[in-house]
């Protein structure tokens, strides 16, 4: 990257690790549900219509592997367990926000269908 | 979005569509040869390491359904066809380039393998 210009004119490994970690499915709305400040596993639930317990719990898991998120288990009854980002997740809200920016310009209120 | 500041207090429907189109395997980098400039099948194909005429097919026709890629065909001796990015398209610059700018900072140079 210089002066505003980031290039593109090969094929990058880092780049592509990037995106297949964040195109997983539910992963871009765990992430938004984290940058909005939820920490705690059924409030992420919740901000995600039609996320199991069974797949977030799975979603965390890689995102923790990754370096993405943070687990603390704090020793109340019953026991706390919060979830929240690293440095190196914090830093992937200018992606989630162009995203935003992004689908509030183009994407109508009622979107097309992509197929799985 | 106020003031720089993206909202995130709350699902949105557009950014999970957006999510879903951009997360599909190969999008990303089929967008990120795209914005290099490459405009011939062949030389997305050659960017993309991997992916096979028959995908990049597939995810070519999927975005020129999404408005977000023209098809241009020119009567030149063999047919030329061409693929360039809309506005819509060429406004996803801004995420591939944050993908990148984070890349580069936090992907490790042998990256951990994603599971599919």
Not at 35 to 64: H, M, N
């Amino acid at each position: 990257m210089t002066d505003g210009h980031v290039d593109f004119a090969d094929y990058c490994p880092r780049y592509e690790h990037a995106m297949s970690l964040l195109g997983k499915r539910w992963t871009g709305l765990i992430l938004r549900a984290l940058l909005s400040g939820e920490t705690r596993f059924s409030a992420i639930c919740s901000y995600v219509p039609g996320l199991s317990d069974r797949l977030l719990s799975e979603r965390l898991k890689e995102l923790e592997a990754e370096g993405i998120i943070e687990r603390h288990v704090y020793a109340d009854t019953p026991v706390r367990v919060e979830y929240t980002l690293t440095q190196r997740g914090e830093q992937l809200r200018p992606i989630v926000e162009a995203v935003q920016v992004w689908a509030d310009r183009w994407v109508p209120l009622e979107p097309v269908e992509v197929s799985p």
